[in-house]
C-alpha cells in the first residue's frame, strides 16, 4: 500500500513536472509544425479561442510576458491573417483581438497534430495508468481554472 501523498508533495510533483511536459510539447510541436507555430503562438490562439475580443494586456498576463513583447507576438499573428486587432465599439481606445478563420483553422491542425502525437506516447501505457493519468490532469484541470481567468 502506498503512503498517503501530502499536499507539498503534490505541489512538488507538479511544480516539477509541468515544465517538463511542457519541453515534450515544444518539442513535438517543432517536430511536427516545423515553421508554423511557436508555443508562445500557439497559446495565444488558444486564449483568443476561449476568451474571443480579449484585450492586449489579456493576452500578455495570460502568456506571462510584458506588453510589448506580447504586442510583437500578436502583430506576427495579424500579419499571418491569423488575428484581427479591432476597435472596441465601446470602448474606442480599447482594442480587441480575435482569431479569423485562417487562425482557428491553423489553430485545429496545431492542436491535432500536437495531440497525436503525444498520444503515440501514451499508447505504451496501460487503461488502467490512462484513467490515473486522465483522473490526475481533470484535478490539475480544476486548479488552474482558479486562475485562467482573461
Known amino acids: 500500500m502506498m503512503p498517503p501523498v501530502t499536499p507539498q508533495e503534490c505541489a512538488r ?6 515544465p517538463r511536459v511542457m519541453r515534450l510539447i515544444r518539442a513535438e510541436m517543432r517536430r511536427h509544425q516545423p515553421g508554423r507555430l511557436s508555443v508562445p503562438q500557439f497559446r495565444t490562439l488558444v486564449f483568443l479561442d476561449r476568451h474571443p475580443g480579449a484585450s492586449l494586456s489579456a493576452v500578455a ?21 491569423l488575428v484581427t486587432r479591432e476597435v ?41 495508468e490512462l484513467a490515473v493519468l486522465a483522473e ?15
Not at 63 to 79: D, E, K
Open 88 to 128: 472596441d465599439p465601446a470602448e474606442r481606445r480599447r482594442v480587441v483581438l480575435r482569431l479569423t478563420p485562417a487562425g482557428r483553422e491553423n489553430l485545429e491542425v496545431a492542436r491535432r497534430r500536437t495531440q497525436a502525437s503525444l498520444a503515440s506516447h501514451l499508447a505504451g501505457f496501460s487503461p488502467g
Open 13 to 18: 510533483l507538479v511544480t516539477e513536472m509541468v
Open 61 to 81: 498576463e495570460h502568456l506571462g510576458v510584458s506588453r510589448p513583447t506580447a504586442s510583437a507576438l500578436v502583430g506576427r499573428l495579424v500579419q499571418r491573417g
Open 136 to 150: 490526475g490532469l481533470r484535478l490539475l484541470e480544476r486548479l488552474s481554472g482558479e486562475v485562467d481567468q482573461p
